[in-house]
């Protein structure tokens, strides 16, 4: 089969189309026509090397995020050929992943689609789904009425993010640098909308908290950031971060009684251990979709397989809104 791959590390010109050999399903597994994919920081990190501690070995099949149609199942599978589904099911160390014509993946992360999402839509879900509702739901455990800041609000996960809390009866703040996309936030769900280049953490943790801080703060920008989610922080709230490198005073946490979670969604990929839960969240999520409750927003260009280095250019341009995608035209290549 024909798949995008890379021989090593470097940028997003290392791409290049090469045949691959198929393999048998192993027990538990199911085979992907492989429709559309989407871009996510973790995949420029391990195509650059920065995540090489992620990648799978050489010649290496990247992105995690597919849609597709089932096309075998092993015995006793759930699922059916012709099923439409999607996952975040390959693309790191043990895992190949879905630039390819055809994906293998194990079941038990994988869900069928939501119904009233194109492929291209489904496929910009899993990762950054699966991502917030770790975050939001099983660390920091949002209720009815907290106060739930969200940094980034148009980004991948930050703006799956603002839908989820709302949809959990949170009080939803959120920020951004510009109104354009502090208005994307409110048509989003967020309450509140910040301009974080305009308004300082002090001033809008007294504007809106009355100086306490907020119950929960979910930072999905980390860097320099993660200070700033420090300092809104309440006493013995809680703070979820995604992007933790870096060295970071964690004093003003600790006088606050904090609490940080450190939030990896690869982890089951990379264990094998934990990975139904993923199928279980996106079960979930696809029914909040077709329910009206959560929507993707895509970034206004599109790609395909064969221009993947160019989705990969323009996701690290940090001018996107939303996510990149990309359509599996390789079979017409």
């Not at 939501?114 to 496929?123: D, N, T, V």
Request: proline content about 4%; charged content about 25%; glycine content about 10%.
């Amino acid at each position: 089969m024909k798949a995008v791959v890379i021989k090593e590390f470097g940028n997003p010109s290392k791409f290049q189309v090469e045949e691959l050999s198929a393999r048998d399903l192993k027990p538990g597994e199911i085979k992907i026509n492989v429709k559309a994919t989407s871009v996510n920081p973790v995949d420029t990190k391990v195509r650059s090397g920065q995540a090489e501690a992620f990648a799978p070995a050489f010649p290496a099949v990247l992105h995690g995020d597919v849609a597709g149609v089932v096309e075998e199942v092993s015995e006793g599978s759930p699922f059916q050929k012709g099923d439409e589904v999607y996952a975040c099911a390959g693309g790191v160390k043990g895992v190949d992943g879905a630039l390819r014509e055809q994906m293998i993946v194990d079941q038990k992360l994988v869900a069928r689609k939501p119904e009233r999402l194109s492929m291209s839509e489904a496929a910009a879900l899993p990762l950054v789904s699966i991502t917030a509702w770790e975050a939001l739901v099983d660390r920091m455990n949002v209720r009815p009425g907290q106060k739930v800041l969200i940094h980034g609000a148009t980004g991948g996960v930050g703006h799956i993010a603002i839908q989820l809390a709302k949809s959990l009866g949170a009080i939803v703040y959120t920020t951004a640098s510009t109104s354009m996309k502090m208005n994307i936030g409110k048509e989003l769900g967020a309450d509140y909308a910040i301009n974080y280049k305009e308004t300082s953490v002090e001033d809008y943790v007294n504007q809106y908290t009355d100086g306490k801080g907020f119950d929960a703060v979910f930072d999905t920008v980390g860097g320099d950031n993660m200070e700033k989610s420090f300092h809104a922080v309440k006493n013995g709230g809680q703070v979820a971060c995604i992007v933790g490198s870096g060295e970071h005073d964690m004093t003003p946490l600790y006088v606050k009684s904090a609490t940080y979670h450190g939030v990896l969604m690869l982890v089951p990929m990379l264990t094998n251990e934990g990975r139904e839960h993923h199928g279980d969240i996106l079960t979930n999520v696809a029914r909040m979709v077709d329910h009206n409750v959560l929507k993707p927003v895509l970034d206004e260009e599109s790609f395909t397989f064969s221009t993947i280095a160019d989705a990969h250019t323009r996701l690290e341009s940090g001018k996107t809104i939303g996510k990149v995608v990309a359509v599996n035209d390789l079979s017409q290549s």
